[in-house]
Structures are given as C-alpha cells and as structure tokens.
C-alpha cells in the first residue's frame, strides 16, 4: 500500500539527489553556501530525517536510504569541489611565483671569540686523549673549596671571593672549574684523564681587564706514577700547538690544591712592539697555573694517594681570546653586540 506523504517526499529527496550534480561550485563562497544548503545543521539532509516521523512505517526503511544517499552525494560532491578548488588556487600562486626574483638574505650567526678559542683548546687536549668533563656553575662550597685543600678559614679564599646563594646555605657560584676535579675524583676511579671547560664567577670589580665572569679550561690526570716530567711535558705540547710557542717557563707558584705548584709562561719574544707590550718586555707571557695534585686533594676525593698520583692545570680562556683575536676590552666579549662577533665569524 502506497501513502500519499511517503511518495511525495520519496520523490522530493530523490530529485533534490539527482539535481545536485548540477550545482556551480567555483568559488570558495559557492563552497560554502553548497555545504550550508546540504549538510549543515539546517540544510537539507538534516530536514528530510526529520521528515522520518511523518512517513508510514512500511516506507521508513526505504526513505532512509534515499535520504542517506543523499547525504552521501553531498558530501562526496563537496569534498571532490573543495579539492579542485584548492588545485586551482595552488596553480594560481604558482604563476604568482618569480624564481628569478633575488632571494630573502638568511640571517647568519657567528660563534663566539670566546667559544672559538674553548673549542681549539678542548681539540688539542683530545688528540692526546684527554675527555671533555662537566661540573655545575651553581656549585656547593664543598666541592669548590673545602675538597680543594681549601677549608673555610684558609686565607686562599679571599683570593677568590664569589657570589652565595642567599637561600641556599653553603651554596655558591663556582670561582674556578677545579669544582670539576673534585666532582670526577668523587665519582670515577683512575685512570682519570678530563678537561673541563665552563663558566666561572669572581666577586670582582668590572674592568677592561677583569670580570666578574669569565671561562676557564681545567686539565686533570691521574693515574699510577704519574709525574712531574709527564706534566712539564703535556703543557709544553699545548703550548706548542695552541701559541706555536718554542719553549715554555714553570715558576714556582702555589695553589692549595696542588704540590709543587708552578705557573706556565709561553716564550713570545721580545721582537715585536706588541710582545714586548704584552710580556711587559720579559719576553715571556703568563697562561696558566698547575701542579702535582695534593695528596690531600686525592684522599679527600677518595683517592688512594699511596698509590696514585697526579697532575692538574687551570687556565683562563677570555685573556687568550682577546690576544688571539687581538681585542681590545674583556667587556665586548659579553656585551651580545652582534657585530663584534660578525668581525671574528670568519677568522678561523
Ligand atoms: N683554579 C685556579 C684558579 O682559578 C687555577 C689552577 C691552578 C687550576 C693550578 C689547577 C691548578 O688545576 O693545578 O686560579
């Protein structure tokens, strides 16, 4: 038995199916006003299966399906519309597309005097197997001084005072990266064989020569029957291969961590004006300091010192860069003025 309301929307949705082939969908707007009339929350399909409770029961089952095919038509017709349109709108800014236009200049970066010098002196300490350690800059007194043979009523530590952390009792800014000695002696057994580059703090006034932050390598061997000679020996290669220095100078020193201590010279000469500046006409120019490990230092690291020696060696990095790369105020180094760093991008 047929109904008269089935039949006519039966027809109704079948013929509204048929025609929508037709539409013109062109533009971006007909798009949407296509998706609005179909398949919004308004549009047509939505209102034929609302339409489902008028039609008798022995028809529903066919008006869902020609209602759903409809829906399925219009989705398919709309999202087969939107890829043409996008296709077309790819071509369009193609033909847009001058590649004989100049390109847009990359901004380039630069490395740092700073890191550039770190880097080649971390390099020549590789070749002769040296391993890069690391040790934090927020560091506790424990491993910066008291482990370094330097306990807190020592009259060394006026030589390096440094900035404490208020909430924080016992903790510091670390003044030297012989933190890092203590916290690889603590931690591994010998042979131990690192250098440890970073940053370091020194309660200091700011001047063209001094700063209250600056970089330090630091050098560490330890191992049975390490000596004195295999130090000497160890330096005068740096200094070889970083200066091109002929010869080197150890004068006696002290540092609380190291017995014998010395300070390494480089021989620069007298030839030039600038050496003589330099080495304050003596010839000879002051890099680092170094020594045969304290045994102190290795027993308060856990360290059998019956059995095993060693030696150390410090150096700052900002002096070095600033001869190397011949300028003028320790302060350009951490003013973040791209220029100064642009000048030095191509150095080495
Ligand atoms: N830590 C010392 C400083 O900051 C430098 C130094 C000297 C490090 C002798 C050493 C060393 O390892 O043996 O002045």
Redesign the pocket.
């Given at each position: 038995m047929s109904h008269p309301v089935g039949n006519d929307l039966l027809a109704e949705v079948k013929r509204v199916t048929e025609a929508l082939g037709a539409e013109d969908i062109s533009t971006e707007e007909a798009l949407e006003q296509f998706r609005v009339r179909y398949l919004g929350s308004k549009g047509l399909v939505k209102t034929y299966m609302e339409q489902m409770r008028h039609i008798p029961a022995e028809q529903k089952r066919e008006y869902g399906q020609v209602v759903n095919a409809l829906k399925q038509a219009a989705e398919e017709r709309y999202q087969s519309a939107k890829a043409e349109l996008e296709v077309k709108a790819e071509q369009a800014s193609t033909a847009a597309l001058d590649l004989t236009a100049p390109g847009e200049p990359l901004p380039l970066g630069a490395r740092h005097p700073v890191a550039i010098t770190l880097e080649r002196i971390i390099a020549i300490f590789e070749r002769i197997g040296f391993a890069v350690a690391d040790g934090p800059e927020i560091e506790h007194d424990w491993y910066n001084f008291t482990a370094m043979n330097t306990p807190e009523d020592h009259p060394a530590r006026d030589m390096q005072d440094t900035f404490y952390v208020v909430d924080a009792p016992g903790m510091l800014l670390r003044?030297?990266t012989?933190n890092v000695?203590a916290r690889v002696m603590t931690t591994r057994k010998p042979p131990i064989r690192i250098i440890a580059p970073g940053r370091v703090y020194r309660n200091e006034t700011i001047s063209a020569r001094s700063h209250a932050q600056f970089h330090?390598v630091?050098g560490l061997y330890v191992d049975e029957g390490v000596s004195f000679a295999d130090m000497k020996q160890t330096l005068l290669y740096f200094a070889q291969e970083m200066f091109g220095a002929p010869k080197i100078r150890l004068r006696p020193s002290f540092?609380p961590?190291?017995e014998p201590?010395a300070e390494m010279d480089i021989w620069l000469g007298t030839d030039t004006e600038e050496n003589r500046r330099l080495t304050k006409g003596t010839g000879w120019l002051e890099i680092l300091?170094?020594?045969m490990v304290d045994p102190q230092v290795l027993e308060n690291c856990g360290i059998d010192s019956s059995r095993y020696s060693g030696f150390?060696?410090?150096m700052g990095i900002e002096r070095q860069a600033l001869r190397l790369f011949n300028i003028p105020d320790i302060r350009l180094l951490f003013e973040n003025d791209v220029r100064l760093l642009r000048q030095f991008a191509s150095a080495f």
């Open positions: 003044t030297h012989s000695q330090q630091e540092f961590f190291t201590s300091g170094c020594g150390a060696f410090g």
